[in-house]
């Protein structure tokens, strides 16, 4: 009885034994299942966000990229395998919710978000578990940095006007002809090719493009890095300015803004597609140059009955960190500087005005032109260079004929007032008068640029809504007059008045030529702003979630 009690009971002990170890060995299956399951996982997202990255270069052909990059991995095999890949648009807005950062379907596309479901794998569970489901998603964004400028009509040059403007803006003489700014028009300069000539001249061999932008360089230092960089009538213009020295200082920071490109070493930006003209850099150093912000002209009497026409420019800083070239994503600014003429245009006056002298002091002020990325998308086959949309806001420009207080002119911190001016002071005449147009655009201008755009290198015109042919005829012909007759069988004031406008509205055309000439040889326009887009770059999209 009692040897059958212990026999019972070691079969039982063989039995718990036995169970004890099939549990284990489940325990053990299970465990070395899940390890599997989680290196299959692992495998799994570190594919898929690869093939994210992949299809974000070019959204438009996401399916095809991402399932051969998936395809390449071997992770496309399994059965009951189901892959998602959707494009559509991604904000970087910290104020979003992550999950509200991605909106599927949206244009301009800039992200991809690819998600695989498929059955897990089991190697020794496989007879009492059910495989499980791996689901991974990968979202990947890039960032189209767009190389575009502002302000460039340049080929159309007034020779004479433009050499003596350009010679007091740089420090250096200036003496070319028309045909020599067209070939420096014409001539195309890589950008960073023409930092890398500059660091050599200024003795720099180390560092980043942006430790260069921080320094200043003489204008002939930029005109012998051009010159390096260019070849026959374009280098023969360039030569006379290439002097070590010679000229204004230039602060290189506010001529160029290289975004992330900056971050590069000298010497390593050279295969970047950032082709400008050289006479676009030359006038652009002009505008910034350090030695004066005012000049002055005198344009001489080229026209009868004109005896003197004396010309002021005065330049005010933009705003910083924002150049007239720029690389960068959505939201990077370009901008012109503001800009203020003065001309006197003196006259002289006829017998119903007594023979006596007529002055005309004008005087134009110039709001910045800016312009803004406002959307991008990345190169692709069908648009090899990349799509580019801009908001662009043409300078408000205001013309107007008053008298100015001593400095007034150069204080840019507040609006020009208008105040009466006085025309004729003559012994029993005087007139004075004002007068003011204005030619403003309230909301931004938008202007796209196609792929054949920019591969084409085509300069786009933002203009205000309401342009006016002629400035300055608007402007003499409504003016605010106040006529004072002292002496006794003099015109009446309706005759005189009648007379004054017989004589200064043929200056019209004249002073309308001289202020296009004067902004045409700082690229700029009035109500006008030239933008072109040389570029957009997609080459590093990054995961984001």
Not at 42 to 52: E, F, K, S, Y
Not at 111 to 135: C, M, N, Q, T, W
Not at 150 to 168: E, K
Not at 472 to 486: Q, W
Request: one cysteine or more; a negative charge; proline letters at 6%.
């Amino acid at each position: 009885m009692i040897g059958r009690f212990i026999g019972d009971q070691r079969g039982n002990m063989a039995i718990l034994f036995g169970f004890g170890f099939l549990v284990s060995a489940m325990v053990a299956a299970v465990a070395v299942d899940a390890a599997a399951l989680y290196h299959e996982r692992r495998m799994l997202q570190a594919g898929v966000d690869l093939a994210a990255i992949e299809a974000a270069r070019a959204p438009a052909e996401a399916e095809a990229i991402a399932r051969a990059a998936l395809a390449r991995a071997g992770l496309l095999d399994a059965e009951g395998t189901d892959l998602s890949v959707v494009s559509g648009r991604y904000v970087p807005d910290p104020a979003l919710a992550p999950a509200r950062r991605f909106a599927p379907g949206a244009e301009p596309a800039n992200a991809v978000k690819v998600a695989l479901h498929r059955p897990g794998r089991l190697y020794f569970a496989a007879s009492f578990a059910e495989a499980p489901e791996i689901g991974v998603a990968g979202l990947a964004s890039v960032t189209p940095q767009v190389s575009f400028s502002i302000g460039s009509r340049l080929a159309s040059l007034n020779g004479g006007l433009a050499n003596a403007l350009l010679s007091r803006l740089l420090g250096t003489q200036i003496a070319l002809s028309v045909l020599d700014y067209r070939a420096l028009a014409d001539a195309q300069v890589n950008v960073l090719a023409f930092l890398d000539a500059l660091a050599q001249d200024m003795h720099v061999t180390a560092g980043s493009y942006d430790s260069l932008l921080e320094m200043n360089a003489d204008a002939g230092a930029i005109a012998a890095a051009l010159a390096s960089l260019t070849t026959g009538s374009a280098r023969s213009a360039l030569a006379p300015l290439s002097t070590g020295g010679a000229g204004h200082g230039v602060p290189l920071g506010r001529l160029f803004d290289l975004g992330p490109l900056g971050g590069l070493e000298l010497g390593e930006g050279a295969a970047a597609d950032l082709a400008v003209s050289a006479l676009d850099i030359l006038t652009a150093a002009a505008a910034l140059a350090d030695g004066t912000r005012q000049v002055s002209l005198n344009l001489g009497a080229g026209v009868p009955g004109l005896a003197g026409l004396g010309l002021d420019l005065a330049l005010g800083e933009p705003a910083q960190g924002s150049g007239w070239f720029a690389v960068g994503p959505e939201g990077t600014l370009v901008r012109t500087g503001q800009l203020r003429l003065r001309i006197v245009a003196q006259l002289l006056g006829g017998p119903v005005l007594l023979g006596a002298g007529v002055s005309l002091p004008l005087w134009l002020e110039l709001a910045p032109s800016v312009a803004r990325v406002e959307s991008a998308t990345c190169p692709s086959p069908e648009n090899p260079r990349g799509t580019a949309r801009l908001a662009v806001r043409p300078g408000i420009a205001r013309l107007a004929l008053g008298a100015l207080a001593p400095g007034e002119f150069t204080h840019f911190g507040a609006e020009l007032p208008l105040r009466p001016a006085r025309l004729v002071d003559a012994l029993l005449l005087r007139i004075t008068g004002s007068g003011l147009v204005e030619m403003a655009q309230t909301g931004p201008v938008l202007l796209d640029f196609s792929s054949a755009d920019i591969t084409a290198g085509r300069v786009r015109t933002a203009r205000t809504q309401t342009p006016i042919s002629s400035l300055a005829g608007s402007l003499l012909g409504n003016l605010d007059l106040d006529i004072a007759v002292l002496g006794l069988g003099l015109a009446s004031p309706a005759l005189i008045a009648q007379a004054l406008g017989a004589l200064i509205m043929p200056l019209a055309p004249t002073l309308d030529l001289t202020l296009d000439g004067v902004l045409s040889a700082l690229g700029l326009g009035l109500g006008e702003a030239d933008l072109r887009v040389y570029g957009v770059s997609c080459a590093s999209p990054v995961l984001v979630g």
